[in-house]
């Protein structure tokens, strides 16, 4: 009954920077395991970044990026904001895609949420990078 309120997808240039920003209406504290997801034409959705609590509780967070985004795109979260985000830069024309963010009351553990796992989803936010 959470919904998440993706913003920020535009179209930019290769190479270019983007901030993809997710809301919830509201505390976060409870959703131990963020993360963004991406459909691209033609393919199945990919969890691209995930960010979890180490423990149930923990005030320490682990990130997982998929191995196309790995170097080049940051996942954060601000619980004071109710708000996580996606850093995205040197994008690339792959890149291209729906992003959309998801949460859930688990842990990730050891990497990237599934989507059968998520309890919260976004709208999405289209994102196009252009050669």
């Known amino acids: 009954e959470m919904r998440l309120v993706e913003s920020g997808g535009d179209s930019v240039q290769a190479g270019g920077s983007l901030r993809l920003s997710c809301s919830a209406p509201r505390s976060t504290l409870g959703l131990a395991c963020m993360a963004w997801f991406r459909q691209i034409p033609g393919k199945e959705s990919e969890a691209v970044a995930s960010?979890?609590?180490?423990?149930?509780?923990?005030?320490?967070?682990?990130?997982y990026y998929s191995d196309s985004v790995k170097g080049r795109f940051i996942i954060s979260r601000d619980d004071a904001k109710n708000t996580f985000y996606l850093d995205m830069d040197i994008l690339r024309p792959e890149d291209t895609a729906t992003y959309s963010c998801?949460?859930?009351?688990?842990?990730?553990?050891?990497?990237?949420?599934?989507?059968?796992?998520?309890?919260?989803w976004g709208q999405g936010t289209q994102v196009t990078v252009s050669s």
């Open positions: 960010i979890s609590r180490a423990s149930p509780g923990s005030l320490q967070f682990v990130q």
């Open positions: 998801a949460a859930k009351w688990d842990l990730c553990r050891g990497g990237n949420m599934a989507s059968s796992e998520v309890d919260f």
